[in-house]
């Protein structure tokens, strides 16, 4: 990088080698520019602004709220009809918050969840069955569990 000054009693220069040349009728001085110029300085760290907080991610969002992700998951019927449409919508909000992809395609994937993450996929599989399917659902204690149910 060059930087370039000139007026009538002078110039500056600051040059890659890390110098500050000052040139006028008196001579030239060469100082180090990192002990002069603010071009110097490390460039600012990006700081969050402190009345701005970060969007909680998707696992966050699931965990406080699991109903927020009701309307994405189409309730199952009373007589099961749309059975795998419902499966659909309950494997993508786990795909999309928990990571395991294809969770209900394998009992091995069960064992993945935590207990929070049981709780909260029982909650959201309590909230879309239909009414008659609630007391199947609501005699277990994990969303697994409801779900082979």
Known sequence: ???????????????HSGHLRITNGDGTLTIPWVLYSPLA?????????????????????????????????????????NFNRWKRGL?????????????????????KLSTQEQTCLLFLIQITVHDELSSLVDRFSTGTEAYDA
């Open 1 to 15: 990088m060059k930087l370039n000054l000139a007026s009538s009693t002078g110039s500056m220069m600051a040059t």
């Open 41 to 81: 300085l490390p460039p600012p760290t990006q700081m969050s602004n402190p009345t701005t907080t970060p969007e909680p991610t998707p696992r966050a969002k699931f965990l406080q709220q699991p109903s927020i992700y009701k309307q994405d998951v189409e309730a199952l019927l009373a007589d099961g009809s």
């Open 91 to 111: 494997t993508r909000i786990i795909h999309l918050c928990l990571g395991h992809n294809n969770f209900f395609d394998a009992t091995t994937n069960y064992t």
